[in-house]
């Protein structure tokens, strides 16, 4: 059974950066595509990046693009969202998901519980 457990939220400041970990066990990442969403509250969630096992090709939407860098580790099994240059509109909770397959259009297959940014002065 695929298990996801974020961590490494906090409160930052605005122009701050944050590292996000995302562990996951009964999941091989050379099989699935690896992403982090996000849901602030009263919004519907946003995937803002995902990453491919064929290739490590990344994919992230514009609100994030050049500010987030998604990697990983297949030794360790886990998967990291580094966050720069935060702004207020970027606290959410942070959430990771593996894909249905090797591709970032697939579905979720399974999501974590959730870590908390907050970005605030």
């Known amino acids: 059974q695929a298990r996801l457990v974020e961590s490494g939220g906090d409160l930052v400041q605005p122009g701050g950066s944050l590292r996000l970990s995302c562990v996951a066990s009964?999941?091989?990442?050379?099989?699935?595509?690896m992403a982090w969403f996000r849901q602030a509250p009263g919004k519907q969630p946003e995937e803002v990046a995902c990453?491919?096992?064929?290739?490590?090709?990344?994919d992230y939407p514009d609100s994030v693009k050049g500010r987030f860098t998604i990697s990983r580790d297949r030794i360790k099994n886990t998967v990291f969202l580094q966050l720069y240059s935060l702004k207020p509109d970027d606290t959410a909770v942070y959430y990771c998901?593996?894909?249905?397959?090797?591709?970032?259009?697939?579905?979720?297959?399974?999501w974590g519980q959730g870590t908390q940014v907050t970005v605030s002065s």
């Open positions: 998901a593996s894909k249905e397959g090797y591709g970032c259009y697939q579905p979720v297959h399974s």
């Open positions: 009964g999941v091989h990442m050379d099989y699935r595509a």
């Open positions: 990453i491919s096992p064929i290739d490590g090709r990344t």
